[in-house]
């Protein structure tokens, strides 16, 4: 079992920068594909940010690109989000979610891809 513990965040005023936090636990055997998502109200959860924890690219859903950058420390199995030139349309709770498998290869892998989630993390973004 994987365990996913989301931090970092909180409020900000349009323009401003947030970054999250997601730390494995537990037994990790191999590479993950891991990711955030996110779901704001009365809206579907969508795909932000993937990457493989073993290298290769990252993709990003169209309405992040150049604003959002995913990263990872794997010394300390922990994922990383950026989130620069924030936009109230970007209010949302954050979720964090991993799986085994190449799912982060050749775009952005749909949520039913992944076994693994966090609680989330709330991310307010006035305008």
């Known amino acids: 079992q994987v365990q996913l513990v989301e931090s970092g965040g909180g409020s900000v005023q349009a323009g401003g920068s947030l970054r999250l936090s997601c730390a494995a636990y537990?037994?990790?055997?191999?590479?993950?594909?891991m990711g955030w998502f996110r779901q704001a109200p009365g809206k579907e959860r969508e795909g932000v940010a993937t990457?493989?924890?073993?290298?290769?690219?990252?993709y990003y859903a169209d309405s992040v690109k150049g604003r959002f950058t995913i990263s990872q420390d794997n010394a300390k199995n922990t994922l990383y989000l950026q989130m620069n030139s924030l936009k109230p349309e970007d209010t949302a709770m954050y979720y964090c979610a991993a799986t085994y498998g190449t799912y982060c290869y050749g775009g952005l892998p749909s949520e039913r891809r992944f076994n693994y989630w966090g609680q989330g993390t709330q991310v307010t973004v006035s305008s």
């Open positions: 537990g037994y990790i055997y191999s590479r993950l594909c």
């Open positions: 990457m493989d924890t073993g290298g290769g690219s990252a």
